[in-house]
C-alpha cells in the first residue's frame, strides 16, 4: 500500500511529517510513503504579516486542498497552525505522541529570562498571543515582527536585528537543533491551543485509511488536541487574538488552562478547568464559555 502524503517543504515540516510517518511505520512497515510538497502563500511571502496574506489557516488550507482534489491521500499539520473549522470531508484521523507545548525565550548571548532583558530591549515574535502576555510583564520591551523558517529567524536574532526571540520548543526539539533558551513559564505565556501536537488529516470517505491511522494514534495526544480544538471553537478570536490554552492529564483527571489578554497587555484573565478524559470536548467548551464570560467582565474582547 502507498500513501500520498501532503506537507510544505520547510525543514520544519518535513521533519515533523516523517516524525508522524514514522509512527506509522512502527505498526506498518509494509506501507510506503511518497511525499507531495505544496509550496503555500505563507511560504512564498515570508516578508509579509500572517494577517496581511490569510491569518490562521494560512498553511492549513493549501495543504489540505491537495487531499480534496485528489492528489494526496493524507495531509500533516502542525496544529496550532489548523483553525477550528476545516474543510467540510476532512477528519483529524491521527495524533503522534505530543512535544513540548511550550514557548522558549532564545537571546543573543547565554540565555536570559525575560525578566533579565534590559528595558527597551527588541524581541522578535509576530504572534498577537505571544507579544500581548508578554507585555503584560514587561511592557517596556520594544516588539518587533518576526517571520521566516527557524533557521532565518535564529540568524536573525544572532546578526544583531533582535535581541531575543520567541520559538515553540516542540520546533527546536523536532529539528534537532543544540541552542541554549529558557523556557517560558506557562503562566507567563500560555500555549497556543495545539502547540506540541502533529494533526494528521484524510477524508471521511477513507476507510481504507482511516484505521491505519487510528491504530497510530497516540491517545493521550489526541485528548489533548481535541479539548484544546473544542475550546478554539467555542472561545471565539481569530489570529489578532491573543488567546492561549493547553492540556494535560494527570492521575486520570483532563485539565485545561486557558488565558486571553488585551492586544496591549494591560488586561488578562485565566480559567482552569478539569473533567473526564473521556469527555475531552466538553472539558474544552466548559474552558471556552467559562473564558469568555470572564472576558466579557474584564471588558476583553472574544
Same mark, same amino acid.
Not at 510517518?21 to 509494509?30: A, D, G, Y
Not at 529570562?113 to 527588541?122: H, K, N, R
Not at 526571540?165 to 500555549?191: K, S
Not at 472561545?235 to 488567546?243: D, S
Given at each position: 500500500?502507498?500513501?500520498?502524503?501532503?506537507?510544505?517543504?520547510?525543514?520544519?515540516?518535513?521533519?515533523?511529517?516523517?516524525?508522524?510517518?514514522?509512527?506509522?511505520?512502527?505498526?506498518?512497515?509494509?506501507?510506503?510513503?511518497?511525499?507531495?510538497?505544496?509550496?503555500?502563500?505563507?511560504?512564498?511571502?515570508?516578508?509579509?504579516?500572517?494577517?496581511?496574506?490569510?491569518?490562521?489557516?494560512?498553511?492549513?488550507?493549501?495543504?489540505?486542498?491537495?487531499?480534496?482534489?485528489?492528489?494526496?491521500?493524507?495531509?500533516?499539520?502542525?496544529?496550532?497552525?489548523?483553525?477550528?473549522?476545516?474543510?467540510?470531508?476532512?477528519?483529524?484521523?491521527?495524533?503522534?505522541?505530543?512535544?513540548?507545548?511550550? &514557548?522558549?525565550?532564545?537571546?543573543?548571548?547565554?540565555?536570559?529570562?525575560?525578566?533579565?532583558?534590559?528595558?527597551?530591549?527588541?524581541?522578535?515574535?509576530?504572534?498577537?498571543?505571544?507579544?500581548?502576555?508578554?507585555?503584560?510583564?514587561?511592557?517596556?520591551?520594544?516588539?518587533?515582527?518576526?517571520?521566516?523558517?527557524?533557521?532565518?529567524?535564529?540568524?536573525?536574532?544572532?546578526?544583531?536585528?533582535?535581541?531575543?526571540?520567541?520559538?515553540?520548543?516542540?520546533?527546536?526539539?523536532?529539528?534537532?537543533? &543544540?541552542?541554549?533558551?529558557?523556557?517560558?513559564?506557562?503562566?507567563?505565556?500560555?500555549?497556543?491551543?495545539?502547540?506540541?501536537?502533529?494533526?494528521?488529516?484524510?477524508?471521511?470517505?477513507?476507510?481504507?485509511?482511516?484505521?491505519?491511522?487510528? &491504530?497510530?494514534? &497516540?491517545?493521550?495526544?489526541?485528548?489533548?488536541?481535541?479539548?484544546?480544538?473544542?475550546?478554539?471553537?467555542?472561545?471565539?478570536?481569530?489570529?489578532?487574538?491573543?488567546?492561549?490554552?493547553?492540556?494535560?492529564?494527570?492521575?486520570?483527571?483532563?485539565?485545561?488552562?486557558?488565558?486571553?489578554?488585551?492586544?496591549?497587555?494591560?488586561?488578562?484573565?485565566?480559567?482552569?478547568?478539569?473533567?473526564?478524559?473521556?469527555?475531552?470536548?466538553?472539558?474544552?467548551?466548559?474552558?471556552?464559555?467559562?473564558?469568555?464570560?470572564?472576558?466579557?467582565?474584564?471588558?476583553?474582547?472574544?
Amino acid at each position: 500500500m502507498k500513501i500520498r502524503v501532503a506537507t510544505r517543504g520547510s525543514k520544519l515540516s518535513l521533519a515533523q511529517t516523517q516524525l508522524a510517518l514514522n509512527e506509522i511505520r512502527k505498526r506498518h512497515p509494509e506501507v510506503e510513503f511518497e511525499l507531495v510538497i505544496v509550496k503555500t502563500r505563507g511560504d512564498i511571502h515570508q516578508d509579509k504579516p500572517f494577517t496581511m496574506i490569510g491569518g490562521k489557516g494560512l498553511f492549513e488550507k493549501e495543504v489540505n486542498l491537495a487531499v480534496l482534489e485528489g492528489r494526496a491521500d493524507i495531509a500533516v499539520h502542525s496544529l496550532k497552525d489548523v483553525p477550528s473549522e476545516v474543510s467540510p470531508g476532512l477528519v483529524l484521523a491521527m495524533t503522534p505522541p505530543r512535544a513540548s507545548p511550550f &514557548d522558549v525565550l532564545v537571546t543573543r548571548g547565554s540565555p536570559k529570562t525575560i525578566w533579565d532583558l534590559p528595558a527597551g530591549a527588541v524581541v522578535g515574535s509576530s504572534s498577537a498571543r505571544r507579544v500581548a502576555m508578554l507585555k503584560r510583564v514587561r511592557s517596556d520591551l520594544v516588539f518587533k515582527p518576526l517571520r521566516g523558517n527557524v533557521d532565518t529567524r535564529l540568524r536573525k536574532l544572532q546578526q544583531g536585528m533582535y535581541d531575543a526571540i520567541i520559538l515553540a520548543e516542540a520546533g527546536l526539539q523536532r529539528l534537532g537543533l &543544540d541552542i541554549e533558551y529558557w523556557r517560558i513559564p506557562p503562566d507567563v505565556l500560555p500555549p497556543a491551543p495545539g502547540q506540541g501536537i502533529l494533526g494528521v488529516y484524510t477524508l471521511y470517505s477513507r476507510g481504507d485509511i482511516l484505521p491505519l491511522l487510528e &491504530d497510530a494514534t &497516540d491517545e493521550e495526544a489526541m485528548t489533548m488536541a481535541r479539548a484544546e480544538r473544542a475550546f478554539l471553537a467555542y472561545a471565539g478570536g481569530g489570529c489578532h487574538t491573543p488567546l492561549g490554552a493547553y492540556a494535560w492529564i494527570e492521575k486520570g483527571i483532563l485539565y485545561i488552562h486557558a488565558a486571553v489578554a488585551s492586544p496591549d497587555g494591560s488586561k488578562r484573565v485565566d480559567v482552569t478547568v478539569e473533567g473526564d478524559p473521556e469527555r475531552p470536548a466538553q472539558l474544552g467548551i466548559d474552558a471556552a464559555l467559562e473564558l469568555r464570560a470572564k472576558a466579557a467582565s474584564a471588558g476583553i474582547t472574544l
